[in-house]
């Protein structure tokens, strides 16, 4: 990845306009460097500055905004207040002109569309709160939605937070297994799911799916089922029930339970490289405030954007739209299906049509676009759009470059995103207040002490690479996870004595600019140099010779870890019987000797989650021979079958 020279800087007038110009404004702070070193010097002074900066709402105010006797693995947020996320995203909206703007707008796969205003959006949620509170659900209970992304997965998030009780948002690409899994593991009461949605053009049942899991989830009373494409469905007397037959009886307005500030409100599960998935908690005040400093403070959201981001709800970003565009007041552009269908420029029409100024996308979606005719991107007009976001997985330069050139159009940034779900959102992230070179994060996020350390914790000089750590809790911060606090300081807290270890590699340059360089348990030390998967896998990508990389290293009695390379060859990459060759030549000419790979597999496609990120541990696991580990978010499992029988030859 480059240091070379800034591609992109922000004028004095976008600056001037962002909301974090206002903030630094307000504190008196001469610039974003100035914030970042009293936030992190000051943490308690940060959280408290941020939540009053956006008129956070709370029924009871706090006391104390954080509380770290009992260790700095449990702290405790917003000590004393009452809240409750509905408070701030809906209620807060109540009376004024917001109510009547535009809150949802969604495009079905066959170009159907529906709006709901945020009048709309409050009273479908009342609606659906007033029924599960009917059904008993309330206080604690932990509800799951098993949902494509439709406008009624936001009135389903926000009832069950409005009752007090707890969201738990699945795949909705789940099969049976990993959804018992999670209904086991939680104890959750109820789910509320759809009969079916549509993917490529293929109607895909859910309701059945979630059926084969209920029968063995003994906790499970409820199951409230949307009708989404009319399909015959089996409906159990006693515990299903039609999500248009409980709401219409139901007032369009009801009470939003107060909550303890730093009570649950979200279980959300992420995949374990062995073992059973994590279930990550996330608090009221956590996911308001972590929210408010990442979308709000940071990426710029404002009241008159448009957010889109073609994630699903399982995932990190699908909860993070749902819940950031409402609090900040903005538009969220919503779809159903994936970007490329039903035309491989879908994602920019969306664009186009409603008017997009925030787009997200994950790097592997992008080196998918850069194999499509330029005219697929070319063809519509983008001039809506005021910045990307980018999160998922660490970029290679010419991926970044092109998206820069052809999406961007040079004019705006890409701001990267870089966190976890344990997280609750970013470590590292882009601002507009810092310019960008490419593949780059700008900063770190204010508050939380971020740094790149060796083993020992100290903290490693401009161009080394180490482990991504925080010296700081954040309130975005999941409380333990669920039922295994043990776990939970094992994982987090112990590796680094005193540290929050998150699990992925990074570097700073010279210029203070961040890179993240792929997960820790993915690292490659080849004769005593640890290097990061993505630093192999760009350059290979570079050569042309294949648009998809997973670099993988498997141990080595001499060098203490072999190189393998496992890549999806491009179209014009030449003769097939010497590629391999090739490819290995390319590693060893950029790195050395001793990083020539042992193994070079060609695949037509690497395993990858249903949001496109490249499931590394599977391709180690695979060619090793190992555990293959949660394959619960795998979209494809056809690959692992392909590389398996690669590996074999």
């Not at 630094?24 to 974003?32: C, G, I, S, T, V």
């Not at 969604?106 to 709160?129: I, V």
């Not at 889109?308 to 709800?313: A, E, G, P, R």
């Amino acid at each position: 990845m480059s240091d070379d020279a800034f591609v992109w800087e922000a004028s004095p007038d976008v600056l001037n306009a962002t909301t974090l110009s206002r903030f630094l404004r307000e504190h008196q702070l001469a610039d974003f460097d100035a914030l970042l070193k009293k936030a992190d010097a000051e943490p308690h002074w940060f959280w408290d500055a941020l939540l009053r900066f956006f008129a956070v709402r709370f029924s009871r105010p706090y006391t104390q905004i954080l509380d770290t006797n009992g260790g700095i693995a449990w702290p405790q947020w917003c000590v004393g207040g009452e809240t409750n996320l509905v408070l701030n995203c809906l209620d807060r909206h109540r009376d004024t002109p917001t109510w009547q703007k535009t809150a949802i707008i969604w495009e079905g796969e066959n170009g159907m569309q529906r709006r709901w205003s945020y009048a709309e959006l409050d009273s479908e949620t009342a609606r659906l709160a007033g029924a599960l509170r009917e059904l008993g659900l309330g206080r604690g209970d932990v509800v799951a939605i098993y949902m494509p992304m439709l406008p009624e997965i936001a009135a389903a998030y926000f009832a069950i937070a409005k009752i007090g009780a707890i969201a738990m948002p699945l795949f909705s690409g789940f099969g049976p297994q990993p959804i018992l899994d999670r209904l086991v593991d939680s104890s959750a009461k109820a789910v509320i799911t759809v009969d079916g949605g549509w993917r490529r053009g293929k109607c895909v049942a859910m309701k059945s799916v979630l059926d084969n899991a209920a029968l063995h989830a003994p906790a499970l009373k409820h199951i409230v089922v949307l009708k989404q494409v009319g399909q015959e469905t089996p409906m159990q007397g006693g515990r299903d029930v039609w999500w248009s037959d409980i709401v219409q009886s139901q007032p369009p307005t009801a009470p939003t339970e107060m909550m303890p500030a730093d009570a649950p409100v979200m279980l959300m599960y992420t995949s374990g490289t062995t073992g059973r998935a994590k279930g990550t908690v996330h608090t009221h005040c956590g996911v308001i405030g972590k929210n408010l400093l990442d979308v709000g403070l940071c990426l710029d959201l404002k009241a008159d954007d448009r957010l889109m981001w073609l994630s699903d709800f399982g995932w990190a970003a699908g909860t993070k739209i749902v819940v950031s565009a409402p609090m900040l007041g903005a538009t969220l552009v919503l779809a159903e299906g994936t970007p490329d269908y039903p035309d491989p420029g879908r994602q920019w029409r969306l664009v186009e049509t409603h008017g997009v100024t925030l787009c997200g996308t994950v790097p592997t979606a992008v080196r998918q676009m850069m194999r499509q005719p330029l005219d697929v991107v070319r063809r519509h007009d983008l001039s809506s759009l005021r910045a990307t976001v980018s999160a998922g997985e660490p970029w290679n330069e010419d991926a970044w470059l092109w998206f820069f050139e052809h999406v961007c159009g040079r004019r705006i940034p890409i701001l990267n995103y870089g966190g976890g779900t344990e997280c609750g959102g970013a470590i590292l992230i882009g601002t507009f207040h810092r310019p960008l070179k490419p593949c780059a994060f700008g900063s770190a996020v204010p508050g939380v002490g971020a740094d790149v350390v060796d083993s020992q914790g100290k903290t490693c000089p401009p161009g080394q690479m180490g482990e991504l750590v925080m010296r700081q809790p954040s309130m975005g911060l999941t409380r333990g996870l669920w039922q295994d606090p043990q776990r939970y300081v094992e994982n987090y807290w112990q590796q680094i004595p005193g540290v929050w270890v998150q699990g992925d590699l990074a570097r700073r340059d010279a210029d203070g600019l961040w890179y993240m360089l792929g997960r820790s348990d993915d690292t490659i030390k080849i004769a005593g140099k640890r290097t990061g998967p993505a630093e192999i896998e760009s350059v290979l990508m570079e050569s042309k010779l294949v648009v998809e990389a997973a670099v993988v290293g498997l141990p080595d009695a001499l060098t203490g870890a072999s190189l393998n390379c496992v890549c999806v060859a491009a179209a014009n990459a030449g003769p097939l019987d010497s590629l391999c060759e090739r490819i290995a030549e390319v590693v060893t000419t950029r790195f050395g000797a001793p990083y020539r790979p042992r193994r070079v597999l060609l695949v037509s496609a690497l395993p990858k989650t249903r949001n496109e990120k490249i499931m590394r541990r599977v391709v180690r696991a695979v060619i090793s021979g190992g555990e293959l580990g949660d394959l619960a978010s795998l979209v494809n499992p056809e690959a692992i079958d392909e590389l398996r029988a690669a590996a074999a030859v």
